[in-house]
């Protein structure tokens, strides 16, 4: 007899996010400018969302498409505020101009 769990095992993290600008307005919530990563490739197509990090409530999970990606360091306010309206807007950057921007959601646990 086995006492395998049929929890199907959580995807490792692929992408530490370190290097991005939070911008935050009351009116239009926090917004991330960020180079390119590949974690949010596939665009609206495949739904992100994010939840608070386990490890440090200052940190979030991003996930899309089976991958999941870390962002390091928002301030509490910012990410309290984010978790309230369900949403941060992502805005990933080329050479200096804006190449693709994509909703993450809330995942409540």
Known sequence: MSNQSSQKPSSPITETITKYEALFAVRTGLTIMMP??????????IPASFKVSPDNPRDIIIEAGGKKGLLKGLQKEHLD?????GFI???????????RCTPCNYQKA
């Open 36 to 45: 390119c990563i590949a974690l949010l490739d596939g665009g609206t197509k």
């Open 81 to 85: 505020a984010s978790i309230a309206r």
């Open 89 to 99: 807007m992502f805005y990933e950057t080329k050479d200096d101009e804006v190449v």
